[in-house]
């Protein structure tokens, strides 16, 4: 299925369903993609699926809309990442561009959401919103990465917002916006403070319900917050993509 161009972009849309295959390990019975986006399994564990998608062409640009979906069955698990960064673009179209996801996590699976960074290139304008549902035993491990502009280049326009239930509950509701156009102070002492990547880590597992994670500092530029649920995260900001992801993968260590 190719993706679909209307008139100010492309739509496109990728799906995945991961289901236990009864034998202890884990099946796609959907791996569906179109247009700029492409979806492959890979090697993975005894038990865990592991998918990648690939960026079949540039993009998002101006006025696209991709969306992806992923849906993981009770007993199954499944990790997806991505083969390469995602660079957001200026288009033909003045329209902003959007990149939506959508998760869904059953009980008893798992779900480990780790793609590379978002990077938001001069004169772009993109709106990327994440919504999670993860029942009650669920697991979910869900990174966030975004590097703002290139290397010596201003960014675009980025807004990014991350909505997670779990068991029904929301636990969380945060939005970020950066770039030309954005609230006043973003860049300011108060906000990123000069840093150019910003990223986080979200982890929801069962037992935290009855031991909650503590509130703690990671360094200077990562923090460790509880939320309101079986649920903890990790916000951090850093000068460059690869401080922004080890920051990220120490945060992911402590909890052990």
């Known amino acids: 299925m190719d993706g679909v161009t209307v008139t100010g972009g492309v739509r496109a849309v990728a799906r995945i369903a991961a289901r236990d295959d009864g034998r202890g390990g884990t099946a796609l019975p959907v791996l569906d993609s179109d247009g700029p986006l492409a979806l492959r399994r890979t090697r993975g564990g005894a038990a865990e699926a592991r998918v990648v998608l690939v960026g079949a062409m540039s993009g998002p640009l101006g006025g696209d809309h991709f969306t992806v979906e992923a849906e993981v069955a009770a007993g199954a698990r499944l990790r997806v990442g991505s083969a390469a960064a995602t660079i957001a673009l200026p288009g033909q179209s003045k329209n902003e561009a959007r990149y939506d ?45 975004q590097v703002l502009g290139r290397v010596g280049e201003e960014p675009g326009r980025l807004g990014s917002r991350i909505r997670v239930r779990v068991a029904d509950r929301s636990v969380l ?45 990671l360094g200077e530029n990562a923090a460790v917050m509880p939320l309101a649920g079986p649920a903890a995260l990790v916000s951090a900001v850093a000068a460059d993509a690869l401080r922004l992801r080890r920051l990220l993968d120490e945060a992911l260590e402590s909890f052990g």
Do not use: N, Y
């Open 173 to 217: 509701d945060q939005e970020v916006a950066c770039g030309p156009g954005a609230p006043g102070g973003w860049d300011g002492p108060a906000g990123l403070g000069g840093l150019r990547a910003v990223g986080q880590l979200l982890v929801v597992r069962p037992e935290f319900a009855d031991r909650p994670v503590k509130a703690r500092v």
């Open 101 to 145: 996801v959508r998760l869904t996590v059953a009980d008893g699976a798992e779900l480990h959401w780790l793609p590379e960074q978002l990077i938001s290139a001069r004169g772009s304008d993109l709106r990327v919103t994440t919504q999670v549902d993860v029942a009650a035993t669920g697991r979910l491990v869900l990174r966030e990465e």
